[in-house]
Every structure is written in C-alpha cells, then in structure tokens.
C-alpha cells in the first residue's frame, strides 16, 4: 500500500494511490498536480463480448440503490483545491510569504515623539530595541525595554523580548489608544543579579517537597524548575468586579497553577483556598492611576488582563501596601509564567548575540535625546551653569515636579543608583538630587554656597564643595559619600 501524503489525511479508495508531492518542486508557486481538483473516476468500458450474464431492472435499481447509500466524503481541506483555470497558488497559502509579511507600527518615546518602521510580521520586542537603538546611535546597555500602554483605563505593562510585537498589537481593540513606549528599564532583569532585594523571607516559604535552608540563589532555581517551586504569601487588596470602590484585604498564595486567596484568615488547606487567576491566557499590568480610575487603597496596584480586547469588567485587580511588596508578586509571577525562557532572554546579550556593541557611541551626541533648555536661573552663574548642563547631561531636568521625577525614576527601574536632577520648586536657587535605593525613592537637597566671592554647591552642609552641578555628579558616581549608594544609572527622556 503506498504510504499517505504528508501533513493530510488519507481520504478513501483511489486517493490513497496518488504518489507524494515532489520536494523539488518547493520554490515554484505553481500547484502540484496532486492538489488539482480531479475529474470524477469514470469505470472503464467493458466490451460486450466480456461483460457478464445481463441484470434484470429490479436488480439494476436495487445495486443503484446500493451505490447512492455510500455516503460521499467531503473534502477536508477545500482551500487546497485550486480551480482548472487557475495557474498561481493565492499567497495568503504560503506560509513562508506571511510569516515576513511587513506591517508598519508605531514607538513613542516619553516625550511623545514617535517613529514609524516597517516591520515582518514575527519581530519581537527586543528585535525592535536593537533597530532603534541602531537608528538612534543610542548606547545598548541591555536596558532598553518596549511598553504597552493602555490610556484608557490607565495600565501599562513591560514586553518580555522574546514576545512578538504584532501579537500584542493584535489583542488591541479598534477605539483603543494603545501605544508602544521606548525607553529604559534597569530593572528588566535585575533580580537575577541581586534576587536578595525581590524576595523578602517573611514572603517566601518552601513547598512540601524541599526542607532546610535554601538562598535566594536557589530560590531563583526553584521558580525555574518544573519540579518544585517557592511559595509567595502575604496580603494584598482585592477588587470586588462590579464594584467600582469596592475593596478586601485577602490573604494571598501563589503557586504553580495560579494565584490562590484564603477564604479563612492566612489558612493554606485546599477547602479553604479559592482560585484568583491564572496566568496563560492573561497578561500582568501596573496600574499606573490606580486611586483616580478605580479607587486602589494605595498607589501600588496591578491587575491582569486577558489577552484579547476587554474592558474595565475584564480586570482582576490587586494593590499591595508598599512597593517591595508589590515587586515581590510581580517577580515571581513573571517567573512563573515565562520560566527559563526569561533566564534565557537575560543571558541573550551576553553570549554575543546583542548586535550593537561595536557601534555604541557618546550618548553626548546632538539628536540623541531632547532636553529643555528654557527658563532663567536667579544668578548669572547659575545660568550659565544651567544652560551648559541642560545641553550636555542627560541627568538633568529642568523644572520638573517632584511627582514627574519619581514618575520617571519608577518607570525606569527601581535599581539601587538611579537617579536624575531637577530645580527645585520650592527653592529657586536650590537643585534636587532624586534616586531609587532600597525599592524607594529619596530625595536630596543640592544646596548653593557663595565662598569669596565664588559659589559652590554642596549635598552635606559644604563639608564636600563642587564648583557645578557636573562635577558633583561624578564625584558620587565615583563615591558614596552621605548617600546611601553610588550613582549609578541616569534617567533621562529620550527622543526618537
């Protein structure tokens, strides 16, 4: 018996006989002959000299009969056949061709400045980091990081790189806003690095299966593991759907197969947990004006979101009391879900596959990023001194709330070290020092002194003087001194 054809199904009868498609033949567009739509197999005449004794009409109509009770066999794959006319496959056939099929999106940066770019259609977020940092000429310091944002109901999310760009753009409804943001994120894969400052022990407990002591070196292993897994506890707000201010305090487990919550105090038997969510077919956002659109007990809110369009209805919604913890649960259920693929991603740059090391440049360089460059400083040195910054350092912003800079920080990762400063709006002749350290953002004072006739600027009362605000900065990126870490990346606004 001649073997079926591959990738169909055998049909019946005289199908299973038709010889295989050619493998040569791959690249032609034009049909195999075994995808024509075959005319109808007519039985062979028979002389009348061979043909048997002749059947009587009852008989005639009886095997008639007979042969209309077969059932005929649909075709299972109609889209195959092609019309006897017809001399070219569609293309919408041909994988190949629709997997490359290019389609335009559009990236904004922080500053609403936006660029277009034509890309195929399986491009994955950290294919469009490296084609706009080629652009830009900006420095691949493996932090730069595509964003979802959802403005209409006030959530935003980080795209892992290895997600494909037109599946999340595929999920967005027609009257949505929805936009790509470009921009830095420190943080992406931080905890691989220090996992100490992500998973507080009193939040993590051991499953049944392991005993003794482990470090968070192992905690790490254990999420990426299929065989075991760490337990995340502790208390979080939960919105009642329905409820617009509707909130409850519920104590809450996260396992392998989902987000679990106690319907008795901080019990952890089965009868007494109750399913929250799981995280296959649902994406995790931040809620980024949580109190304003839903009311959050505080202003540490995340929520998941099906994958397909949906509404405010959709959400299953969280608030933690603090940052830490609110990191803690978003870690780990990024770890959950993406396992070693993350581990996998995070490695990526490093054995030699990130595309832009040879071609990174000062990030000083004219068109990199935009910076605003008005206002008047109270002094003439300060002005001086302001303008010359405002043109060369990406760390400075001018005039900006202290809201806006712990907005900016928080977006940008909260790694120990980074930082930016502002004028101050409360003191004109002052400046602001803003950094993360510690998942928390501290601000310091940068306070001017006038010496001889000279000024100076100081963080710890004069006992340390700077002639301007540059050398200050680089003195503390190379010292500690009264802060509580060096400075280590800046967060700057960028352009595209």
């Not at 399986?122 to 294919?127: E, K, L, Q």
């Not at 652009?135 to 403005?151: G, M, Q, R, V």
């Not at 800079?405 to 020092?433: C, E, H, M, Y």
Request: proline share 7%; hydrophobic share 35%.
């Amino acid at each position: 018996m001649a073997a079926p054809l591959p990738h169909l199904p055998r049909s019946a009868g005289r199908a299973a006989e038709t010889p295989a498609p050619s493998q040569e033949s791959s690249g032609d567009l034009a049909p195999s002959p075994w995808l024509a739509q075959r005319a109808p197999l007519l039985p062979p005449a028979v002389p009348h000299s061979q043909a048997g004794p002749r059947l009587g009409p009852d008989r005639i109509k009886k095997k008639e009969r007979d042969v209309l009770a077969i059932p005929s066999i649909p075709n299972p794959f109609p889209e195959l056949c092609c019309s006897p006319l017809s001399s070219v496959l569609s293309a919408s056939l041909l994988p190949k061709a629709t997997s490359r099929k290019k389609q335009v999106i559009k990236v904004y940066s922080e500053d609403d400045t936006s660029r277009a770019l034509e890309v195929p259609g399986d491009v994955t977020a950290r294919d469009v980091c490296q084609l706009l940092i080629l652009k830009n000429h900006y420095i691949d310091d493996h932090s730069w990081t595509l964003f979802e944002h959802l403005p209409r109901i006030g959530l935003e999310r980080m795209i892992e790189d290895h997600e494909l760009v037109i599946e999340v753009q595929s999920n967005w409804g027609i009257e949505e806003e929805n936009r790509l943001y470009f921009r830095k994120n420190y943080a992406k894969y931080e905890f691989f690095k220090h996992p100490m400052n992500y998973f507080p022990e009193h939040m993590v407990s051991l499953s049944s299966e392991t005993s003794g002591m482990i470090g968070h070196a192992q905690i790490l292993q254990m999420f990426l593991s299929s065989s075991t897994y760490p337990e995340i506890h502790g208390y979080l707000h939960a919105k009642e759907q329905g409820k617009k201010s509707s909130w409850k305090k519920l104590y809450f487990l996260l396992r392998r197969s989902g987000l679990y919550f106690s319907t008795k105090g901080t019990s952890k038997e089965p009868r007494h947990l109750q399913f929250f969510s799981e995280f296959s077919s649902s994406d995790m956002y931040m809620s980024l004006a949580g109190k304003k659109t839903s009311g959050t007990p505080a202003n540490y809110g995340f929520c998941f979101k099906p994958n397909k369009a949906g509404g405010v209805r959709d959400l299953k919604q969280l608030c933690a009391d603090d940052e830490q913890s609110r990191t803690c649960w978003m870690t780990a259920i990024r770890l959950l879900k993406y396992g070693m693929q993350l581990y996998q991603n995070y490695m990526q740059p490093y054995q030699g596959r990130g595309g832009c090391s040879s071609l990174t440049i000062s990030p000083m360089r004219k068109g990199c990023l935009r910076l605003n460059t008005h206002g008047s400083p109270t002094t003439s040195q300060s002005a001086t001194s302001s303008v010359a910054i405002h043109r060369t350092q990406l760390w400075f912003h001018h005039k900006i709330s202290r809201d806006e800079a712990q907005r900016l920080i928080l977006q940008q990762g909260l790694v120990d070290g980074v930082f930016l400063v502002r004028d101050s709006q409360s003191n004109p002749k002052t400046f602001v020092l803003s950094m993360s350290h510690g998942l928390k953002i501290k601000h310091f004072q940068i306070v001017p002194l006038e010496d001889d006739g000279k000024l100076f600027y100081t963080l710890d009362e004069g006992h340390t003087r700077f002639t301007d605000l540059i050398q200050l900065v680089e003195f503390y990126q190379l010292n500690k001194g009264v802060l509580p870490c060096k400075l280590k990346h800046y967060c700057a606004r960028i352009a595209l």
